[in-house]
């Protein structure tokens, strides 16, 4: 698709209906955000263009399926920057989960001989799913980054229950951000936003993709070292880190 959507020729009724006018509402507020928040946009494009240039014509990679959840990584990394710059806060967070849990399954696959086949016969019978469930839980997932690099751990798991706070998991945090009420005399009227404006939520979820997208590029560099120093990503990642 040409990123010239503005110019386009809208379909007869687009807008007409809650649903294509929302789309239409978050599309306004993702080039709102291009705009006023040039920084955090293009500390967001820095990171993506790190994802794209790890992944871009990789061939007989040292680890398979690290390789394939790099790549599946990086797409939740879009889809949470795609939701945040366009407002929708808690709606980030779920994504921004999967993005580190990939990279975090990736590594613990990559550090214990054995699980990968684990993991790729997860639904052959209950006793396998029941092997994946307790081996892949997240407490044994950040114990093998904690192994590999203490304070990456450290740092990935408090941005992984930050996740859970605001937005991966119903909790208070989450849903009373992106709360509203009106009192009148005798009546209170609750609603909820479902896009932020530049407000401090917007800010607060555009910078948690920033962190977690380089925690979760940090977390594959554990796995594909080689190429992430050849093509310096490895330093480009540490002098992103002064920004967050």
Not at 46 to 73: E, M
Not at 183 to 192: L, Q, S, V
Request: with cysteine; proline share 3%.
């Amino acid at each position: 698709m040409s990123t010239k959507e503005t110019s386009a020729k809208l379909p007869p009724y687009w807008g007409d209906d809650t649903l294509s006018e929302f789309v239409a509402a978050s599309f306004a507020n993702t080039l709102a955000t291009f705009v006023r928040r040039k920084g955090e946009f293009k500390l967001l494009q820095r990171i993506d263009k790190c994802f794209v240039s790890i992944i871009d014509g990789i061939s007989n990679p040292s680890d398979f399926l690290g390789a394939i959840l790099l790549i599946r990584s990086h797409s939740a990394y879009r889809g949470a920057a795609r939701l945040a710059i366009s407002g929708q806060v808690p709606d980030t967070f779920p994504l921004l989960r999967t993005c580190l849990e990939y990279a975090l399954y990736a590594l613990h696959i990559n550090r214990n001989p054995g699980l990968g086949e684990t993991w790729l016969r997860r639904h052959d019978d209950e006793a396998s799913l029941k092997a994946v469930r307790n081996k892949f839980a997240n407490a044994a997932v950040i114990k093998t980054l904690e192994g590999v690099d203490a304070n990456l751990g450290s740092s990935v798991k408090a941005l992984y229950e930050r996740t859970i706070d605001f937005g991966a998991h119903p909790n208070e945090q989450g849903v009373a951000g992106s709360m509203t009420m009106d009192e009148t005399p005798g009546r209170k009227t609750f609603g909820g936003v479902q896009l932020h404006g530049d407000d401090l939520a917007m800010v607060h979820g555009l910078k948690t993709t920033a962190q977690i997208g380089v925690g979760a590029l940090s977390i594959f560099e554990r796995i594909f070292e080689t190429r992430f120093r050849l093509l310096a990503i490895d330093s480009e990642l540490m002098h992103m880190r002064g920004f967050l």
